[in-house]
């Protein structure tokens, strides 16, 4: 298992990056169990973002807008009522059977000193491998948020413990991002701080791309490459 270090300047460079490394350096894995059964490149990964604040917070190659990241922080993040179709989002696990975000914000508000912030999503009962209907489980991919304040910022530190890099991390990070604007928004409101967004930083054990999305991330990662062929083919067919 081959574990690297990210350090990237905002989100849109955490998404080039983890792609990157992924694709040239990735260890093939072979999933034989899980929601797509299939070849992937990944790694354990680790992101850190310095400003995760900085705009825009989704690159315009990413398979999401802004739009669909708002939504996806109010809806599945921070509300988070699962539909009659979902067994859960993320939002459901945070606010029941006890609501933690609020937990969190009054913790906070109370004492900016406090280690023992963690926000957890993944259930004991997720280690079955079918669910009560008997359907093949699904757990959560990300499983925990951990936060710290620091330097009169809050720090966020995720845990996925698989994270489909293409498709799925470019709006999950910028998703959790407005998550702890409004997180801080929340304390700074109930306690009269004036707290900042800090740091963003991830974990995954399985940070991965899909054998299905090898030829988007290519054309996506080797422009250069690929002009340089066609290049190289011009000149060949002049020469004598």
């Given at each position: 298992?081959?574990?690297?270090?990210?350090?990237?300047f905002?989100?849109p460079?955490?998404w080039f990056?983890?792609?990157?490394r992924?694709?040239?350096?990735?260890?093939?894995?072979?999933v034989?169990?899980?929601?797509?059964?299939?070849?992937?490149?990944?790694?354990n990964?680790?992101?850190?973002?310095?400003h995760?604040?900085?705009?825009?917070?989704v690159?315009?190659?990413?398979?999401?807008?802004?739009?669909?990241v708002?939504?996806?922080?109010?809806?599945?993040?921070w509300?988070?009522?699962?539909?009659?179709?979902?067994?859960?989002?993320?939002?459901?696990?945070?606010?029941?059977?006890?609501?933690?975000?609020?937990?969190?914000?009054?913790r906070?508000?109370?004492?900016q000193?406090?280690r023992?912030?963690t926000?957890?999503?993944?259930?004991?009962?997720?280690?079955?491998?079918?669910?009560e209907?008997?359907?093949?489980?699904e757990?959560?991919?990300?499983?925990?948020?951990?936060?710290?304040?620091?330097?009169?910022?809050?720090?966020?530190?995720?845990?996925?413990?698989?994270?489909?890099?293409?498709?799925g991390?470019?709006?999950?990070?910028?998703g959790i991002?407005l998550?702890?604007?409004?997180?801080?928004?929340?304390?700074?409101?109930?306690?009269?701080?004036?707290?900042?967004t800090?740091?963003?930083?991830f974990?995954?054990?399985?940070?991965?791309?899909y054998?299905?999305?090898?030829?988007?991330?290519?054309?996506?990662?080797?422009?250069?490459?690929?002009?340089?062929?066609?290049?190289?083919?011009?000149?060949?067919?002049?020469?004598?």
């Open positions: 298992m081959k574990h690297l270090k990210i350090s990237a905002d989100c460079d955490a990056k983890a792609l990157n992924i694709w040239y350096e990735g260890d093939i894995f072979p034989g169990f899980g929601s797509e059964e299939t070849e992937t490149k990944k790694l990964l680790t992101i850190e973002i310095e995760p604040e900085n705009r825009p917070l690159s315009d190659k990413a398979s999401c807008d802004f739009k669909y708002q939504g996806y922080a109010l809806e599945y993040l509300c988070g009522e699962k539909q009659e179709d979902e067994t859960y989002t993320y939002g459901s696990r945070l606010n029941h059977p006890i609501n933690q975000i609020e937990e969190a914000i009054k906070y508000s109370e004492e000193k406090d023992q912030v926000m957890v999503i993944r259930l004991p009962t997720d280690i079955k491998k079918f669910d209907n008997n359907k093949k489980s757990p959560p991919c990300l499983s925990i948020i951990d936060t710290e304040i620091s330097d009169n910022k809050l720090h966020l530190t995720c845990y996925f413990r698989s994270w489909d890099a293409f498709g991390l470019p709006a999950n990070i910028a991002q998550f702890n604007e409004a997180f801080v928004n929340e304390i700074n409101e109930k306690s009269g701080l004036s707290l900042k800090g740091k963003l930083i974990h995954s054990k399985n940070c991965h791309i054998q299905r999305q090898y030829n988007l991330i290519k054309e996506l990662l080797e422009p250069k490459d690929n002009t340089k062929r066609i290049a190289q083919t011009i000149t060949n067919q002049k020469q004598p």
